[in-house]
């Protein structure tokens, strides 16, 4: 899913017929408007209840006496002619505790894409935050974030997503349909043919037990995961790692689970969690295309291995389910190295998607070293 509506854009606003927008804070009030906005330029809205948990519902949110929840621009009308939303996430490294932010669903009306960097400037400008994070960046939005001199994170490949198919015949056809080709649906079952042959021959096909390992499928996050993320945290406290906190598991992927589009699958030992997966519905429904993406993993320092089981059974789910296919992004050491191991197919993104920049000196050199990072698609909003 893009998070951001846009073309290219100068850093000056251009001569325009229009007269100059107001901007302003937005408010839980903008709802209407700005759901209005977001579908009007393809982007895929939330209802006014999951869209108003991103911050309600947010631990960290409440940690502030007052929070931005983003920023709007109005044309002389009031309407409501561009929005960035602005989510506050907790991180830490080093024994301290941050605070990030992370934009989301950045849209500016056609006839005022040339404010959209006065607009995104409240959120690389606002105070109190100690690192600025945008995890689903656009081909047109990556510009902007250069101007802004946020950088690419570095570790992991964020411009390239593996993958499996898991439903051959509707993958096919939706291949068909990106290519716009005609006859596509007769075409589409010796294409479907062809593929499942080729992966079982060459292994892509991920198919039977591995080791008889139990993996759950988790409806809700209980005490282990708290138990569990204070384990990760303190094997790792050299590493940059976003909070998984139960309370922070359970407001990010709460509505999500409830509508089945986020799968949350666990390895216990004994009365403990091992390892745990979390999988999310990356759609597109321009194509017909229905795809579930792994967003994180974790487990103890060396047991990476245990991401072969819980893949296996994502898999074998999203066939049952008739999704498409499974895909990874932005994986990086041996996580994505055993993501490799199975044999995926490869697509190239338009864009790199991990841009981040912080004003703090230290911090930014510390960031500097790939090893400092464990980036998945948990981080910013690629996942909310």
């Excluded at 005022?112 to 105070?127: D, E, I, W």
């Excluded at 993958?163 to 010796?190: D, E, G, H, Q």
Aim: hydrophobic share 40%; proline share 5%.
């Amino acid at each position: 899913m893009e998070k951001s509506v846009l073309e290219p854009v100068v850093s000056k606003p251009a001569v325009s017929k229009t007269a100059p927008p107001r901007f302003r804070e937005a408010s839980f009030s903008d709802y209407p408007q700005i759901a209005t906005l977001e579908s009007r330029y393809g982007l895929q809205t939330k209802t006014y209840e999951e869209w108003t948990h991103l911050w309600t519902q947010n631990p960290t949110y409440r940690q502030f006496s007052h929070w931005p929840i983003g920023w709007v621009c109005e044309n002389e009308q009031n309407e409501i002619v561009g929005c960035v939303s602005n989510i506050p996430l907790a991180y830490g490294l080093d024994s301290r505790n941050l605070v990030a932010a992370t934009s989301r669903s950045l849209v500016v009306d056609t006839r005022y894409r040339c404010y959209a960097f006065s607009l995104l400037s409240r959120f690389f400008k606002q105070p109190n935050v100690d690192l600025l994070l945008n995890t689903t960046v656009n081909a047109p939005a990556s510009k902007l974030q250069e101007m802004f001199r946020a950088v690419r994170v570095p570790a992991g490949v964020w411009n390239r997503s593996a993958f499996w198919i898991t439903n051959y015949r509707a993958f096919a056809a939706s291949l068909l349909a990106r290519k716009k080709l005609p006859a596509a649906k007769a075409v589409s079952y010796p294409l479907s043919a062809g593929l499942f042959v080729r992966d079982t021959l060459t292994g892509r096909a991920i198919r039977g037990p591995h080791n008889g390992i139990p993996v759950e499928f988790c409806t809700q996050f209980d005490a282990r995961f708290d138990r569990f993320w204070a384990s990760v945290r303190n094997s790792s406290p050299r590493r940059l790692l976003a909070t998984r906190s139960r309370e922070v598991l359970d407001w990010h992927f709460r509505h999500a689970i409830e509508a089945n589009r986020a799968w949350v699958l666990a390895i216990s030992q004994g009365s403990e969690l091992a390892a745990y997966g979390v999988f999310r519905r990356q759609d597109n429904p321009t194509l017909g295309l229905f795809r579930m993406r792994l967003v994180d993993f974790q487990t103890a320092p060396g047991r990476t291995e245990l991401l072969k089981p819980i893949l296996h059974s994502a898999l074998e789910r999203c066939r049952h389910e008739g999704i498409h296919m499974l895909e990874a992004i932005g994986f990086c050491g041996e996580k994505q190295r055993l993501i490799d191991s199975l044999a995926p197919y490869y697509r190239e993104l338009t864009s790199w998607r991990y841009f981040y920049k912080t004003n703090d000196w230290h911090l930014a050199a510390r960031l500097e070293d790939p090893q400092t990072w464990d980036a998945t698609c948990f981080d910013g909003d690629a996942s909310l």
